[in-house]
C-alpha cells in the first residue's frame, strides 16, 4: 500500500470484521525512506505495529537497494516481510524501462534484510520464479 490513510481505513476494517486472523501490511516506498505517498516509513510500521493481529510489516514493490535502509528506519517490533521490484525505473521520455534485466538480488544484500528483520523474502514487478527459487538464504 502506498498511503498510511488507506491503511488506517484497512485497520478499522480489520478490526471490525477480523476475528483474530493474523495479517500483514506492506507498503511501497520511494527513494526518501518514505512511503509512496510521502509519509516517513517509521510511522507507517508503527501504525500497523499498533494492531493486535499484525504479524508482520512488509515493503514491497521497491527498489532492492532501498530496502534495507527502509528496514533500519522502519523500527518495527514485528518481523519484516520485503518483496522488492527488479529495481528497473520507468523512464518517461523514452518510455521504456531502463535498469537491471535480471531479478535476482546479491546474497549480501539479503543478508542485510535478514539481519535487519527481514524473515519472509520474495519479489514483485520483474523479478520472476527463477528468480526467486535463487533465493540463497545465508
Known amino acids: 500500500m502506498p498511503d498510511m490513510q488507506e491503511v488506517e481505513v484497512l485497520l478499522e476494517l480489520i478490526s471490525e470484521f477480523n476475528s483474530g486472523i493474523p495479517f500483514w501490511v506492506s507498503y511501497s516506498c520511494n527513494s526518501e525512506l518514505k ?3 510521502g509519509q516517513e516509513f517509521s510511522e507507517a510500521t508503527e501504525l500497523v505495529n499498533s494492531h493486535k493481529d499484525a504479524f508482520a510489516v512488509g ?5 532492492p537497494n532501498l530496502i534495507n535502509d527502509l528496514l533500519k528506519v522502519g523500527n518495527s517490533k514485528l518481523p ?3 518483496y522488492p ?3 528497473r525505473e520507468w523512464d518517461a521520455n523514452r518510455k521504456e524501462w531502463s535498469g537491471p534485466t535480471s531479478g535476482s538480488f546479491s546474497p549480501d544484500l539479503i543478508a542485510e ?3 535487519s528483520g ?3 523474502i520474495g519479489g514483485c514487478c520483474g523479478v520472476s520464479p527463477k528468480d526467486i527459487e535463487s533465493i540463497n538464504i545465508p
Open 35 to 37: 512511503t509512496n505517498a
Open 59 to 63: 515493503v514491497n514493490c521497491t527498489a
Open 80 to 82: 519484516y516481510i520485503v
Open 85 to 87: 521490484n527488479a529495481g
Open 113 to 115: 534484510w535478514i539481519d
Open 118 to 120: 527481514a524473515q519472509i
